[in-house]
């Protein structure tokens, strides 16, 4: 299903730096440090694969990833909401983010990841006011499922579906996953695959 190896195809501080968009893409956007990159190396079982960093702002550019066999892309994303970056460099990546999600044809669909713990939040609800503008679907991922015990998970749902559910572009379901304990990841897995075929 998710031919390995993956390989890293290019690191984008602009979106002229992007390749061509022949290829189906899916990309990863959530608030820094929500675990975007723990999940792509997760999902292709590489766990060098894309940087990970228990410091926010890890990830600064649009990072490529594909399989060496090709036939999609996955799109790691800078995270938003890092309170202390220094503006310029905030600027920069949100700018890079929303130029990409509003602009890209071949944007299949864009994984929001969000914090177990915490739910969504005011900057989560901005990049889906923006998708739902550009028409890009879009799916809402639960990270760090492994931090909370069960009784609280089914809130965090219950609260993030009620934040969804009237998006034109949102997918309804939520994906509960965590990196760590492998959670949510084979879910995740068969969706993006019908999604590169489909
Ligand atoms: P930026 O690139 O800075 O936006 O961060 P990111 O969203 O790519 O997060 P990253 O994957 O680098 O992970 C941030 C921190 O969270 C790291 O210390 C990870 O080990 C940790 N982490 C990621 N996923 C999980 C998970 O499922 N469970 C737990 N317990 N920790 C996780
Ligand atoms: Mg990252």
Redesign the pocket.
């Known amino acids: 299903l998710f031919a390995r190896p993956w390989v890293f195809l290019k690191g984008c501080v602009r979106v002229s730096d992007l390749p061509l968009d022949d290829v189906v893409e899916i990309a990863?956007a959530?608030?820094?440090?929500?675990?975007?990159?723990?999940?792509?190396?997760?999902l292709v079982g590489q766990s060098g694969l894309?940087?990970?960093?228990?410091?926010?702002?890890?990830?600064?550019e649009l990072n490529l990833f594909a399989p060496e066999a090709g036939g999609i892309r996955i799109v790691?994303?800078?995270?938003?909401g890092?309170a202390k970056a220094p503006k310029p460099a905030v600027e920069k990546w949100n700018r890079l983010i929303h130029q990409f999600l509003r602009g890209r044809p071949n944007l299949r669909r864009v994984y929001v990841?969000v914090d177990a713990r915490h739910g969504p939040k005011p900057n989560d609800a901005t990049v889906m006011n923006e998708l739902d503008r550009a028409a890009v679907s879009y799916q809402v991922v639960l990270?760090?499922?492994?931090?909370l015990i069960e009784k609280d998970l089914a809130g965090v749902v219950a609260a993030t579906a009620k934040f969804i559910a009237k998006r034109p572009a949102a997918h309804p379901e939520i994906i509960l996953?965590?990196?760590?304990?492998g959670?949510g990841i084979d879910a995740l897995r068969t969706e993006i695959a019908r999604l590169r075929d489909g």
């Open positions: 990863f959530g608030r820094s440090n929500v675990g975007k990159s723990s999940l792509i190396n997760a894309a940087r990970t960093s228990n410091t926010p702002g890890r990830t600064q790691d994303m800078p995270g938003y890092f990841l990270t760090k499922a492994d931090k996953t965590s990196s760590e304990k959670h």
